[in-house]
């Protein structure tokens, strides 16, 4: 069971990516919200900055954009203005223009426009647990986790079946580039400044772009006009179209965190099921209803999108603090998601849990996850597709978090599955 952080003493440093390599520091943010709900933190390498953990605070902080702009960048690191306009999305900037970018892209992530892929993604379901059940004990991230995502960005990106390994390797090289297994060989040139403009300042991304730029030229994806990235370069009603770095950075960002949160999500569902067999008997008696209500607790116990950094535009005070202007504020997802104040035991999993008001996505602003209905829909399809399946489910080995403070999840999850019989 993922719960507090056995390791952590309630004083972990949390810009320092090894106090996650055990999972969040659940200890220190629940010491956070009691104690220190908006606390001054060590920032390391980066300059220092506050943390939100409570729940409430971070719903109400993050509406308010005009107060805390995303305008500046989303994560920890210190970047220059030169820097954040050649490496931003969509999600680096505030309203109005994030409303015009959001419209660019959101027609394809749209909720009517992901539940045409329904039965597509039932498909890949079967496909996937065909192959990996028949494996005996297995490694579930690599096997299934990985999976779906993987085989869906094929699907939404029009790309070929025979990119998507690499397209998600180098995905994992940007997101993921603070633990050694997934860092990009050429990082040891991290400090160029061949990289410094370049999203997450990985040399992945240069790879990224040279692809992207190619997809574009050749019109090589199979869906044509159709697919998200037919979608994404059509003119909107007033004719505006997404610009040649908008496109680049947000392919890097659909391949990167597109695909890594779903499957943290999913990882995280697995090791629960393993861990924790009732789980696995109610979802083989929900009915559809109860099916999208255990989905969203998935979704709020595993929390992959751990935080996001703010700007604040002008001094304020909150629980008796000077936040001055120019101040970072990092805004703790994970920790609202286990915020005793919104949630009824927020270290059990609850099944029935309803209304289940959870900060997964980003909720309380403009910058709620855009692809958070196809995320939804993977995650319910592929649990609802295995419980068929399986009769119990084990962990037979040792599991392994990513060593990251922004995206996280367990990377390493050594299963066992008994079949049901016919």
């Known amino acids: 069971m993922i719960g507090m952080n056995s390791v952590d003493n309630g004083h972990a440093v949390l810009s320092d990516h090894d106090s996650f390599i055990n999972g969040p520091p659940h200890n220190t943010f629940s010491r956070m919200r009691r104690e220190d709900p908006l ?5 390391g390498e980066f300059e220092d900055y506050w943390s939100l953990t409570r729940y409430e605070d971070i719903m109400t902080y993050n509406r308010n954009f005009k107060l805390l702009s995303s305008a500046r960048g989303i994560r920890l690191e210190d970047q220059s203005h030169e820097e954040y306009l050649a490496r931003r999305t969509f999600q680096e900037t505030d309203p109005p223009e994030h409303t015009r970018m959001r419209m660019l892209v959101g027609k394809a992530f749209s909720r009517p426009v992901i539940a045409e892929y329904e039965q597509i993604i039932r498909g890949l379901c079967n496909e996937i647990l065909d192959q990996a059940l028949s494996l005996g004990e297995f490694d579930a991230v690599k096997e299934i986790a990985r999976q779906l995502p993987m085989r869906m960005l094929g699907q939404i990106l029009g790309v070929p079946d025979e990119d998507l390994d690499w397209l998600v390797t180098k995905g994992d090289e940007l997101i993921a580039s603070f633990d050694p297994e997934y860092a990009s060989p050429l990082t040891e040139s991290y400090d160029s400044d061949e990289y410094r403009l370049l999203p997450f300042r ?9 692809y992207a730029k190619q997809l574009v030229e050749n019109k090589g994806t199979r869906n044509g006009k159709s697919g998200v990235l037919g979608l994404i370069t059509q003119p909107n009603e007033e004719g505006e179209v997404i610009s040649d770095t908008e496109f680049r950075n947000f392919f890097c960002l659909v391949v990167s965190a597109g695909n890594d949160t779903t499957r943290y999500t999913i990882s995280a569902s697995l090791h629960a099921l393993a861990n924790q067999p009732e789980l696995l008997d109610q979802l083989q008696q929900a009915d559809e209803k109860s099916w999208n209500v255990a989905t969203e607790e998935m979704l709020r116990w595993a929390s992959p999108t751990m935080h996001f950094r703010r700007t604040a535009m002008r001094d304020f005070v909150l629980h008796d603090k000077q936040v001055k202007e120019g ?5 703790w997802f994970v920790s609202g998601n286990r915020d005793e104040r919104q949630f009824e035991i927020p270290f059990n999993i609850n099944l029935a849990r309803n209304p289940n008001r959870h900060m997964a996505f980003g909720q309380g602003g403009p910058h709620v996850c855009l692809g958070m209905w196809l995320a939804r829909l993977e ?6 597709t295995l419980v068929d399946r399986v009769k119990a489910i084990r962990q037979v080995g040792e599991h392994e978090f990513l060593r990251s403070n922004f995206v996280g999840g367990i990377k390493k999850l050594p299963l066992a599955f008994e079949l049901k019989t016919v």
Do not use: F, I, T
Request: hydrophobic share 45%; with cysteine; proline share 4%.
């Open 327 to 331: 101040d970072k504020v990092l805004l």
């Open 39 to 43: 606390a001054r933190c060590d920032g």
């Open 202 to 210: 990985s040399p992945a991304s240069v790879e990224l772009y040279d």
């Open 379 to 384: 995650v319910r399809l592929l649990l609802q």
